[in-house]
C-alpha cells in the first residue's frame, strides 16, 4: 500500500502558488514546500511545475535547486522528477565507471512491472542517447551481464498463477544445471529468473529446497563471491519477499557510522507510492522498531521531517 497517493482535491494552481508563496522573502518556508510535496502523487507534481513554470516563467527545479540544500533539497528534488526519469538517471550512475554494483542493478532492474520497465527505458534513450539494452551490454561486466541483459527485455510473465508441478520440473532441472557447476548464465537459469512470475519463482525456489535441503541463498553462499554474490542474492531476496527486501535495504541505510542518506532517500522516493505502508510494517516486523522510530533517531531538521511526512 502506497503511503502517497493522488491528491482527491487536485488544485495545481493553488499548489504552485503555495510554493511561490514559500519561496517568497527571506528563507524559504520548508514546511510548506513539504506538504505540498507530500500530498501530490508523482502525476500531478508534474502538474505543478508546469503550472509554476506558466505563472512564473522559471523553473520549478532550479527554484528548489536555489531554495533548498543538502539532503533535504535533494530529496524534494527526487520527488519532483518524473519516477521512470529518476529511474534513468539511478541505472546511468549506477553503469558509470569500473565496476557495476550488481546489487544496486538488480534494485534498479528487477523491482518493476513490465510497462514500467517500458517508460524506464524510453526515458534512458532520451537522457543518454542510447537505448538501456545497448548500455547494459557495453557498461556492465560479469556473469550477470547476461541476467541484465535478459531483464532489460521486459519479457516477465505477470499472470498470478502457479503451478507446483512446473515449479518442482523447474527446482528438479535447476538442480542438474547447478549441482557442483554454478553458472549463472546457464540459460535455464537466466530464462528463469527474467521470465517467471514472482509466484512461481518462490514455489520453484521452495521446491528446490525440499528436493536439496538446502535454500536457494545457500546455494549463492556457498557458490559465489563478491560482486556476484551480492547481485543475485538481491535478485533472489526481492522475489522471496519484495517488502522484506526493501526493510533490510532500509535498514543498511542507518547501520554504521553516519546514515547513507542517499540510500535511504532513493527507497523511500521509489516506493511512497507503491508500497511503502507494507515496507514499514516488515521493518517494524523483523527489526522491533517502527521505522518512524529510526528516521527521528538518525536523521534531522527538515530532512527528517520530510521523510517522516512520506510514510
Known amino acids: 500500500m502506497a503511503t502517497i497517493v493522488p491528491n482527491q482535491n487536485f488544485n495545481p494552481l493553488l499548489a504552485a502558488n503555495d510554493l511561490i508563496a514559500a519561496f517568497k522573502g527571506i528563507g524559504t518556508n520548508e514546511a510548506k514546500v513539504i506538504q505540498v510535496t507530500t500530498s501530490h502523487d508523482n502525476k500531478q507534481r508534474q502538474e505543478i511545475k508546469s503550472r509554476f513554470q ?5 523553473d520549478l527545479n532550479k527554484e528548489l535547486k536555489s531554495e533548498l540544500s543538502g539532503n533535504f533539497g535533494n530529496a524534494v528534488l527526487s520527488l519532483f522528477v518524473p519516477s521512470y526519469e529518476f529511474f534513468a538517471d539511478l541505472l546511468m550512475k549506477t553503469m558509470k565507471g569500473p565496476k557495476t554494483d550488481e546489487s544496486m542493478m538488480a534494485e534498479l532492474l528487477c523491482t518493476h512491472d513490465n510497462k514500467h520497465l517500458a517508460l524506464i527505458k524510453d526515458a534512458y534513450n532520451r537522457l543518454a542517447g542510447r537505448s538501456l539494452e545497448e548500455a547494459v551490454a557495453t557498461e556492465t561486466t560479469g556473469e550477470l551481464k547476461r541476467l541484465w541483459s535478459c531483464q532489460v527485455r521486459g519479457a516477465r510473465d505477470e499472470s498470478s498463477e502457479v503451478s507446483v508441478e512446473l515449479a518442482h520440473q523447474d ?12 553458472n549463472c548464465e546457464s540459460g535455464l537459469f537466466i530464462d528463469l529468473l527474467c521470465g517467471r512470475n514472482f509466484g512461481q519463482l518462490r514455489e520453484t525456489f521452495n521446491q528446490y529446497q525440499r528436493i536439496t535441503s538446502h535454500s536457494f541463498e545457500e546455494v549463492i553462499n556457498n557458490e559465489t563471491k563478491g560482486q556476484l554474490k551480492k547481485g543475485l542474492l538481491a535478485v533472489v531476496s526481492y522475489i522471496k519477499n519484495p517488502h522484506v527486501f526493501f526493510a533490510d535495504l532500509l535498514y543498511d541505510s542507518f547501520k554504521g557510522l553516519g546514515t547513507k542518506n542517499d540510500d535511504l532517500t532513493r527507497i523511500l522516493v521509489t516506493r511512497a507510492e507503491i508500497d511503502l505502508l507494507h515496507i514499514a510494517n516488515a521493518y517494524r516486523q523483523k527489526y522491533s ?8 533517531s538518525e536523521c534531522s531538521g527538515d530532512f527528517r521531517a520530510l521523510l517522516l511526512a512520506m510514510i
Open 289 to 296: 522498531k517502527p521505522l518512524a522510530e529510526a528516521i527521528k
Open 171 to 182: 527446482a528438479r532441472d535447476l538442480f542438474k544445471k547447478i549441482d557442483g557447476r554454478f
Open 54 to 58: 506558466l505563472i512564473t516563467g522559471k
